[in-house]
């Protein structure tokens, strides 16, 4: 059974950071492209990064420049560091592993 848990996400103030992590369960961490995604209300989901098995990365962008992606496969754990932090941030974080999803976690940026 494979499960996400998603952390770090909380309230910041504009130009701000945050760094979001996501830890795995189960076998296939490794092999996998890992994603981050999220969601603002009345808004779809929208892929804001992604990062390949051989460490190839992808952001969405409105975000390039600002977000990081990164994994540690020793730790099975995926991260995204976000800087520069605007309101317009302001949503559900998702991660995604293959076809599961992590709960989410939610990030509000103040103006």
């Known amino acids: 059974q494979v499960q996400l848990v998603e952390s770090g996400g909380g309230l910041v103030q504009a130009g701000g950071s945050l760094r979001l992590s996501c830890a795995a369960s189960?076998?296939?961490?490794?092999?996998?492209?890992l994603g981050w995604y999220r969601q603002a209300p009345g808004k779809q989901r929208e892929l804001v990064a992604d990062?390949?098995?051989?460490?190839?990365?992808n952001y969405g962008d409105s975000v390039k420049g600002r977000f990081t992606i990164s994994r540690d496969n020793a730790k099975n754990t995926v991260y995204l560091q976000m800087n520069s932090l605007k309101p317009e941030d302001t949503a559900v974080y998702y991660c995604?592993?293959?076809?599961?999803w992590g709960q989410g976690t939610q990030v509000t940026v103040s103006s």
């Open positions: 995604k592993m293959a076809l599961w």
């Open positions: 189960g076998n296939i961490f490794s092999i996998s492209t």
């Open positions: 990062i390949t098995s051989g460490g190839r990365t």
